[in-house]
C-alpha cells in the first residue's frame, strides 16, 4: 500500500540529490558547472569540486595564482572539504531510498528518511558556508590581481539543495506522522 504522507519528503530528497550530483561534477569533469570562473585576457578558468579548468581530477588542489592568502595551507585545506558534496549527494541519495521504502511499505522508512534527509542537510549547509567563504576570498584576490571573477552556478546549485533538503525533512517529520493503514471499512487484499 502506498503511504502518501511519504511521498513530498521523496521527492525534495530526489531533487537535492539530483542538484548534488550535478554539483558533485562540476569543473575540470563539466565545465559548464563551477564555483567560481576567473579570467584574465584569453584564459579562463572555472573552479569546481575535484581540481579546475586544465587539472586532473583529485581532492584539493591550489589556486594558479600565488599569493600570499590563496597560497596557504588554510585554504588548500578548504579545498580539500569540497570532497563534502559528493558526500551529502550520497546521504540524499540514501534519504531518497527509505523514503522509497517509506512510500512503499512501512512508516520506518519515513523515519530513517527524516534521520537520514537531516544529517545530508547538515553536511550541505557545512558545504554551503565552506563554498562560500573559500570562493569569496579567492575572488577577491583574483579581483586583487586584476582577473575578472564571479560565482558559479554551483554555489546557487548547492543552496537549492540545502533548501530542497531542508524542506524534505520537515515533510517527512510530517509524513511519519500521516496514516499509513487500510482502509478498515474497505480492505483490500
Known amino acids: 500500500m502506498a503511504a502518501g504522507p511519504a511521498v513530498p519528503g521523496l521527492l525534495f ?83 531518497v531510498l527509505f523514503g522509497l521504502c517509506g512510500a512503499s511499505y512501512h512508516r520506518s522508512g519515513t523515519v530513517f528518511m527524516a534521520l537520514a534527509s537531516a544529517l545530508a542537510t547538515l553536511v550541505t549547509l557545512v558545504a554551503w558556508i565552506i563554498d562560500m567563504v573559500l570562493f569569496s576570498i579567492a575572488r577577491h584576490e583574483f579581483r586583487e590581481s586584476g582577473w575578472s571573477s564571479q560565482y558559479g552556478n554551483a554555489t546557487w546549485m548547492t543552496l537549492g539543495a540545502l533548501v530542497a533538503l531542508l524542506l524534505g525533512f520537515c515533510s517527512s517529520i510530517c509524513g511519519v506522522f500521516g496514516p499509513y493503514r487500510r482502509n478498515r471499512h474497505n480492505p483490500t487484499y
Open 13 to 95: 530528497s530526489f531533487a537535492a540529490m539530483v542538484l548534488l550530483i550535478i554539483v558533485s561534477v562540476s569543473a575540470p569533469t563539466w565545465n559548464s558547472v563551477y564555483f567560481l570562473r576567473a579570467s584574465n585576457g584569453g584564459t579562463s578558468l572555472h573552479f569546481g569540486v575535484f581540481g579546475y579548468t586544465g587539472t586532473g581530477t583529485h581532492i584539493g588542489y591550489h589556486f594558479p595564482i600565488v599569493n600570499h592568502r590563496l597560497a596557504s595551507s588554510t585554504i588548500h585545506n578548504l579545498t580539500d572539504t569540497l570532497i563534502l558534496h559528493p558526500i551529502a549527494a550520497g546521504l540524499s541519495g540514501l534519504a
